[in-house]
Every structure is written in C-alpha cells, then in structure tokens.
C-alpha cells in the first residue's frame, strides 16, 4: 500500500504564494507521474501540473508563468510552488501519483487526502 501526504495549504492574499509537498511512502518500486490536481466547490477536478520520473513538466493554461512543479525522486515527493495568486486559484488541490508496486507487474493510482488553498483578502 501506498499513502500520499500533502503539505503547505492555506489563507494567502491575491499575489501571494504558497507551496504545496506530497510525499510517497510505502511500497514504492518506481513513480511514473506525480500530479498537482485541484477542485473548486460545483466544478470538476482538474489537472493542474504534471511531472514524469525522467522531469518532464507540463502545466495548464491557467497557471502557466506562475506555478512550477518539482520532484524529489530520491525523496517520492513533488512539489508545487504557486506565485502570483489569484482567487480563482481557491480550491482544494490533491496530489497524483501513479506507482509501480511490488512485485512489479502493476501499475496503481494513488491520491492525497487534499489540502485547502484560499486566495482572498
């Protein structure tokens, strides 16, 4: 089993920044993907940046010039440094991982729990 744990959520004002960490621990052989997703209240869960095993990055539009996701692999933990924020940032963000467990014939989806993130003044 594997657990996801999320860090760094919080009340922060427009312009503000925040960091978001999740780390991976348990029984971890290789991590493909890990994931910044968010969900705002009556809307759908979305992506909002990727990150694969060999650094590849991609981000949605919304947040491009302004979020920056990182990964540990040594540590299975990603990062996501949000700059610049905006209130339509609010939402609950989960992290994503997509783990290799052993034996190392299957591939798993993991979640985090959420964390709160508030862009208000």
């Known amino acids: 089993q594997v657990q996801l744990v999320e860090s760094g959520g919080g009340l922060v004002e427009p312009g503000g920044s925040l960091r978001l960490s999740c780390a991976a621990s348990?029984?971890?052989?290789?991590?493909?993907?890990m994931d910044w997703y968010r969900q705002s209240p009556g809307k759908e869960r979305e992506l909002v940046a990727q990150?694969?095993?060999?650094?590849?990055?991609d981000y949605t539009n919304s947040v491009k010039g302004r979020f920056t996701i990182s990964r540990d692999n040594a540590k299975n933990t990603v990062y996501l440094q949000m700059n610049s924020l905006k209130p339509e940032d609010t939402a609950v963000y989960y992290c994503?991982?997509?783990?290799?467990?052993?034996?190392?014939?299957?591939?798993?989806?993991?979640w985090g729990q959420g964390t709160q993130i508030i862009v208000s003044s």
């Open positions: 994503y991982a997509y783990v290799l467990e052993p034996p190392g014939s299957s591939w798993s989806d993991y």
């Open positions: 348990g029984s971890i052989l290789s991590i493909a993907s």
């Open positions: 990150s694969s095993s060999g650094g590849r990055t």
